[in-house]
């Protein structure tokens, strides 16, 4: 499959396949996902913090499980009706809005974490690193979960770790760097360090920028 052929698959995924998100990413990941997931848990600060592109909720559940505050935001109106369903069903508030990342709708300097785990195309977009830059407080971090590995060397997996790297899940740390540090010429400017999560038969890595 081609990459455009790929990039439309998983559009349609977020969107008007929207409800089988789960269970299709517990399949692609070998039961992983979740893991890959909560893998950011660790790096996140409080009291404030902003989920971007949070699908169908998982984050948002253990966030508040943490302890924490969490808001987030999405483009997709599916996922954001399935995780207002999956967070009322647990009688969690849900501070969840339909917005783009590249017009957050916060003031500066509001938030305390920024966390997006596997995010879509907007991550390679200057004027979307500058407006996270702008919601967070000095010395605020934004979590940046991605590049996921998988350890079996059979052909199945060897095909799931290249569709990764494809749809923008295996973004090599270099390529990530280049992203902050281009943000600069806007007056963003980050501070960070990648951090290797070593799960079963897998492995994640943790993107943590602090705004300088």
């Known amino acids: 499959m ?5 990039e439309f698959a998983f559009e349609q995924f977020y969107t008007r396949f929207a409800f089988t998100y789960d269970a299709v990413s517990a399949i ?18 409080g009291p404030r913090v902003l989920e971007l592109a949070f699908g169908t909720g998982n984050l948002q559940v253990d966030l508040y499980a943490a302890g924490l505050n969490p808001y987030g935001i999405d483009l997709s109106p599916q996922m ?4 207002r369903q999956k967070l009322r069903a647990r009688g969690l508030p849900a501070r969840l809005a339909r917005a783009d990342v590249c017009a957050l709708p916060f003031p500066s300097n509001f938030f305390s974490t920024l966390v997006m785990t596997f995010p879509p195309g907007f991550v390679f ?17 934004l979590v940046w979960v991605d590049a ?47 951090e290797t999560a070593r799960l079963r038969a897998s492995s994640v890595h943790i993107f943590i920028a602090s705004k300088g």
Request: proline fraction near 3%; avoid cysteine; hydrophobic fraction near 50%.
């Open 2 to 6: 081609r990459r455009a052929e790929l």
């Open 28 to 45: 692609v990941s070998r039961g992983a996902w979740r893991a890959w997931i909560r893998a950011a848990l660790p790096f996140v600060r």
């Open 80 to 83: 954001l009706g399935l995780a």
């Open 125 to 141: 977009n200057p004027q979307a690193l500058y407006e996270m830059w702008r919601v967070l407080a000095p010395q605020g971090r």
């Open 148 to 194: 996921a590995f998988l350890e079996s060397k059979d052909w199945y997996t060897r095909l799931l770790n290249r569709a990764f790297q494809i749809t923008g899940g295996g973004a090599d740390q270099t390529r990530r760097a280049h992203i902050l540090d281009a943000a600069r010429a806007d007056g963003a400017l980050w501070h960070w360090r990648i």
